[in-house]
C-alpha cells in the first residue's frame, strides 16, 4: 500500500465523515443547509482553525505544541491590556503579540532541537509559562475599546444570500492557503515531511533539520498569536483564562483530518475538514439543543475511530 | 562500567549521585532550607484538639492527590508508556461519586465502590486500546481526555453537584477533611497507598515484570512475559489511583466540579515522575522519586503562596522547574557536564564510560 494511496484514504475518509453530517443534520434540522450556518461555522472557530493548521505544521515534523492554548490566552490579555489599559495602538500592539509569539515558539523549538529534549515536555513547560505570564499580565477580563475594532467588525465579504464572510474567517482562510502553498510547493515543506518522516534520514541528506524545527516551532507560535488576536477581534475583549485546553482540539482536529501523530504523514486540507466537522458537531448539538459536553464526547468518539482507522488502513501493523 | 568512580569513603559517588530519589530529595531539602530563614512560619505546628496544624502538614495535605497520581503514573511510564487521560478519569470518578451520593439511595460506600470500578474500566479501556489495537499510549489516552471531561459533565448535567450536608454522609467528608492519628486522612491514604504499592512492586515479582517490558517489550514477551497483561494491568492501576484521587479531590470540598477538577493534574503527575528520576523512555523506575517530586511539586506552590505570588502566576516559577529538570536529565547536558568533570580531573580511566551508563542508574 503506497503512501499516495493511503493519504487519499484518509482524506476522503474525513470527508465522507463531514458530507455525512451535513446531509443527515440538514435532513434532521430545518435552516440547517443555508450560507449563514457555513459563516458561523467559520467565524466562531477560527481561532481554533489557525491554531490547528500551525499545530499540523509541528506534528508533521514528528513533534508536538502543547502551548497553543495558553499563548492564545496570553496574547488575547495582552492585545486587550496593551489597546484599553495603555492606549497602544492596535496595529502595534498585534505587531507586538506576533513577534512574541513567534519568538516564543522559536526558543522551544531551539531547546528541543539543541538539548534533543522531548517536544512533550518543553512545550509542556510554555503551555505553564504562557499561562502563568497571561495571569500576570492581568487577571480579568479586559473590554477592548478602540475605533479600530469596530472599524474591522465592519469588515466583511458579502457571500450572497445575505450571509458575510467576517474578518475572522478570512484571516483563517489566508493562513490556510498560506500554508498548503507552502507544504506541497516549497522547499520548507518538503523537509518537514522529510524530518517528520525519519529525522535521522533527513539528516543523513544533508537536510537543514535544526532550522526546519525551530521554523516549526516558530511558525506554531506566530499561528497561536494571530490566533489569540482573531479571538480578540471576534469577542472585543481578552481574558487570561481564555482557549484553556485548546491545545486538545487543536490536536484532535489535525487527527481527525488525517495526519498522523507520529509525522511526517498527513496535510492542512486533511486538517481544515477535521475542522470543520468539528465545527459542524457543535453546530448539531446547538440545532438539536443537546449539551455541549454531548459534542465533546462524539469528538473524542470521532477521534478514536480515526485513530483506528489510520491503525487498520493507513498505517499497517507494524511487524513485532 | 562504573569502577573507576568508587572513592575509598565506602559509598561510591555514583551511587549517591545516580540514586534517582536523590536530586528530588537535595531540591527538597534545598527549598525547606530557605524557606527555614526566609519563612520561619513555614516551620509552625500547632496541635488543635489532638489533630497537627500548619504549613508543612497542609504541603503533605496538599500534595496528597500529586502523590496518589504519580504512584499511578510512574508504573504506566515504566512500561514506555504515558496516561493523560488521568485528570479527566479523576473528574469522572468525582462526580459520579458526587451523583450518586446527591441523586440516588445509595450509601457513601456503595458511591465509593462503584465510581472506582467506573475509573478501572476507564483505564481497562485504555489498557485495551494500548496492547490489542497497538495505538500509541499518548494518542490512546488523549482520546479519553479530550472526551472524559465530556462524559463527566454529561453525568453532573454540566454543573457543579454537592455532597450533601449531613450524617449519612460524615463518612465521605472525613475521606477529605477528616483527621486521624493527628494527620490529615488524604495524607495517611497517600502514604498507604504509596506503601502498598512499594511493597507489592518491590516484593513480588510485578515490578520486574514492569521493568522488564519497559525496557524491552519484544525480548520480554521471548522470555515469556505477558507484556500485554502487564500494561493492561498499569494502566488500571494508574485508573484506580486517578479514582482515588479523584474521591479525595471531592471529599475536600464536598462537591464535583466536572470543568475544574483534576485539570492538567495528568501533567503534574508526569512532572512529578521525571523529577523523580524515572525517563519516559521506561525500563527502570523509582517511586521513591515520584513521591518525593510530587510533595516537591507542592512544597514548590505553598512557598509561592507564602511569598505572595498569586496562585494565577504560579505555573511561571513552575515551568522553569519543569525546563531545569529536563536539561538536567538531558543526555547531550550530561555528557558535556562529565566532559567538563573528567577535564578537570584528567583522568583517562573514566573516558570510555559508554553511553549505557545513563541508561542503567540505580533505581531506589
Known amino acids: ?320 | 562500567m562504573t569502577a573507576p568512580e568508587i572513592e575509598s569513603n565506602g559509598l561510591s559517588r555514583s551511587q549517591l549521585t545516580r540514586s534517582t530519589a536523590i536530586w528530588p530529595l537535595f531540591a527538597l531539602g534545598a527549598l525547606l532550607l530557605l524557606n527555614a530563614f526566609a519563612l520561619p512560619s513555614f516551620f509552625e505546628l500547632e496541635f488543635l484538639d489532638g489533630n497537627l496544624y500548619g504549613s508543612l502538614v497542609d504541603v503533605l495535605n496538599r500534595s496528597s492527590i500529586g502523590v496518589v497520581l504519580a504512584v499511578g503514573m510512574t508504573l504506566v511510564i515504566a512500561t514506555g508508556g504515558v496516561d493523560l487521560s488521568v485528570g479527566s478519569v479523576l473528574a469522572i470518578t468525582g462526580t459520579v461519586a458526587a451523583t450518586l451520593m446527591a441523586k440516588t439511595e445509595l450509601g457513601v460506600t456503595t458511591a465509593v465502590l462503584i465510581s472506582i470500578a467506573v475509573a478501572m474500566l476507564a483505564g481497562a479501556l485504555n489498557g485495551l486500546l494500548v496492547t490489542s489495537l497497538k495505538i500509541e499510549p499518548v494518542i490512546a489516552t488523549l482520546v479519553l481526555m479530550v472526551s472524559g471531561r465530556g462524559i463527566a459533565k454529561y453525568i453532573a448535567g454540566e454543573q457543579v453537584i454537592s455532597v450533601p450536608r449531613d450524617e449519612a454522609f460524615a463518612a465521605f467528608d472525613w475521606i477529605g477533611n477528616g483527621h486521624l492519628f493527628g494527620l490529615p486522612v488524604p495524607t495517611l491514604l497517600a502514604l498507604s497507598l504509596a506503601l502498598v504499592t512499594f511493597f507489592v512492586v518491590r516484593k513480588t515479582s510485578i515490578g520486574l515484570l514492569i521493568e522488564s517490558v519497559g525496557g524491552n517489550a519484544a525480548a520480554s514477551r521471548a522470555t515469556g512475559i505477558n507484556d500485554r497483561m502487564v500494561k493492561l494491568f498499569v494502566y488500571v492501576f494508574a485508573a484506580f489511583c486517578a479514582g482515588v484521587a479523584g474521591l479525595i479531590d471531592t471529599a475536600y470540598i464536598n462537591a464535583s466540579d466536572p470543568v475544574n477538577a483534576g485539570v492538567f493534574t495528568e501533567l503534574d503527575a508526569i512532572f512529578a515522575v521525571l523529577v523523580g528520576g524515572t525517563a519516559l523512555t521506561g525500563g527502570r523506575f523509582s517511586l521513591t522519586g515520584s513521591i518525593v517530586g510530587a510533595i516537591l511539586l507542592q512544597t514548590l506552590l505553598t512557598t509561592m503562596y507564602a511569598y505572595g505570588v498569586a496562585s494565577d502566576v504560579a505555573p511561571v516559577p513552575k515551568a522553569g522547574v519543569i525546563l531545569i529538570v529536563c536539561l538536567l536529565q538531558s543526555t547531550k547536558v550530561r555528557t558535556w557536564f562529565r566532559k567538563r568533570a573528567r577535564g578537570q580531573q584528567g583522568n583517562p580511566a573514566t573516558a570510555f564510560s559508554s553511553p549505557a551508563d545513563s541508561s542503567s542508574e540505580e533505581a531506589s
Not at chain 1, 273 to 291: D, K, N, P, R
Open chain 1, 1 to 320: 500500500m503506497n503512501q499516495r494511496w493511503s493519504k487519499l484514504v484518509s482524506t476522503a475518509s474525513t470527508a465522507s465523515v463531514l458530507l455525512l453530517l451535513w446531509i443527515v443534520a440538514g435532513l434532521a434540522f430545518d435552516n440547517f443547509w443555508s450560507p449563514f450556518v457555513v459563516a458561523d461555522l467559520f467565524s466562531e472557530n477560527a481561532f481554533l482553525g489557525i491554531s490547528a493548521i500551525g499545530m499540523t505544521l509541528v506534528i508533521l515534523s514528528g513533534g508536538i505544541d502543547l502551548s497553543v492554548g495558553s499563548v492564545i490566552g496570553f496574547t488575547t490579555i495582552f492585545v486587550a491590556t496593551l489597546i484599553t489599559d495603555h492606549s497602544v495602538s492596535p496595529w502595534l500592539a498585534w505587531l507586538t503579540a506576533l513577534l512574541i509569539g513567534t519568538g516564543f515558539g522559536a526558543m522551544m523549538g531551539f531547546l528541543i532541537h539543541v538539548f534533543e529534549l522531548p517536544a512533550f515536555l518543553v512545550t509542556l513547560a510554555g503551555l505553564f509559562f504562557a499561562r502563568g505570564m497571561a495571569f500576570f499580565v492581568k487577571p480579568e477580563s479586559v473590554q477592548i475599546r478602540s475605533e479600530t475594532y469596530e472599524w474591522l467588525s465592519s469588515c466583511a465579504v458579502p457571500t450572497g444570500g445575505g450571509a458575510e464572510l467576517e474578518l475572522t474567517t478570512l484571516i483563517l482562510l489566508s493562513v490556510f492557503a498560506i500554508a498548503l502553498v507552502t507544504l506541497n510547493l516549497t522547499r520548507f515543506g518538503r523537509n518537514i515531511f522529510a524530518i517528520g518522516g525519519s529525522q535521522s534520514s533527513a539528516q543523513l541528506m544533508g537536510l537543514p533539520v535544526g532550522r526546519t524545527k525551530v521554523l516549526v516551532y516558530a511558525i506554531s507560535g506566530f499561528c497561536s498569536a494571530l490566533a489569540g488576536i482573531t479571538m480578540t477581534l471576534y469577542m472585543d475583549s481578552g481574558n487570561p483564562i481564555n482557549a484553556t485546553a485548546l491545545e486538545l482540539d487543536a490536536i484532535a482536529i489535525v487527527v481527525i483530518g488525517g495526519t498522523l501523530l507520529s509525522g511526517g504523514v498527513g496535510g492542512v486540507t486533511g486538517t481544515m475538514l477535521g475542522f470543520l466537522i468539528y465545527g459542524t458537531i457543535y453546530q448539531i448539538t446547538y440545532f438539536a439543543s443537546l449539551s455541549s459536553s454531548l459534542a465533546t464526547i462524539a469528538i473524542g468518539a470521532l477521534l478514536l475511530t480515526f485513530i483506528m482507522l489510520q491503525r487498520l488502513i493507513v498505517a499497517p501493523a507494524e511487524a513485532e
